[in-house]
């Protein structure tokens, strides 16, 4: 029962955000798909994914314990925060914290995860910032 519930609001949610694609506002100047293109791809999937919910449930599925649900509670909360305090104190630091804490509570041991977590960080900084010249948030360090 509670796939179908899952299903259910899956589906729900596809819509919403099918219809909410449909609100997007088209430029003059767009690619040949147009700004539609990959939220419609989007959508879709998800629908789709719903749907295969909703028709073929698991019999019996299995909830994580209290301490799990608790440790994804956390762990969302370590990405609120990330998105919180990303313009504050910049990609570099907070991607570093977010990711050496993400790595340990995949199971690495703590001074691997924080390597890690600054390698990770300072990685997807070079490729992104230096090398594509994207604009990544800037902390007080200027990084």
């Given at each position: 029962?509670?796939?179908?519930?899952?299903?259910?609001?899956?589906?729900?949610?596809?819509?919403?955000?099918?219809?909410?694609?449909?609100?997007?506002?088209?430029?003059?100047?767009?690619?040949?798909?147009?700004?539609?293109?990959?939220?419609?791809m989007?959508?879709?999937?998800?629908?789709?994914?719903?749907?295969?919910?909703?028709?073929?449930?698991?019999?019996?599925?299995?909830?994580?314990?209290?301490?799990?649900?608790?440790?994804?509670?956390?762990?969302?909360?370590?990405?609120?925060?990330?998105?919180?305090?990303?313009?504050?104190?910049?990609?570099?630091?907070c991607?570093?914290?977010?990711?050496?804490?993400?790595?340990?509570?995949?199971?690495s041991?703590?001074?691997?995860?924080?390597?890690?977590?600054?390698?990770?960080?300072?990685?997807?900084?070079?490729?992104?910032?230096?090398?594509?010249?994207?604009?990544?948030?800037?902390?007080?360090?200027?990084?």
């Amino acid at each position: 029962m509670s796939d179908r519930i899952f299903g259910v609001f899956g589906f729900l949610l596809a819509a919403f955000y099918l219809w909410q694609a449909t609100q997007i506002e088209l430029s003059f100047i767009s690619d040949p798909f147009g700004p539609k293109a990959f939220p419609y791809m989007i959508g879709t999937v998800l629908a789709i994914s719903s749907t295969v919910i909703m028709i073929k449930p698991d019999t019996e599925p299995e909830w994580p314990t209290f301490a799990r649900l608790f440790e994804i509670g956390v762990a969302t909360a370590v990405m609120i925060a990330y998105a919180l305090f990303l313009k504050e104190y910049g990609f570099v630091v907070c991607t570093a914290i977010a990711a050496s804490y993400l790595s340990w509570r995949l199971g690495s041991h703590p001074l691997s995860a924080i390597i890690a977590g600054v390698l990770i960080a300072v990685g997807i900084y070079v490729i992104f910032h230096l090398v594509l010249g994207l604009s990544l948030a800037r902390g007080p360090w200027g990084f």
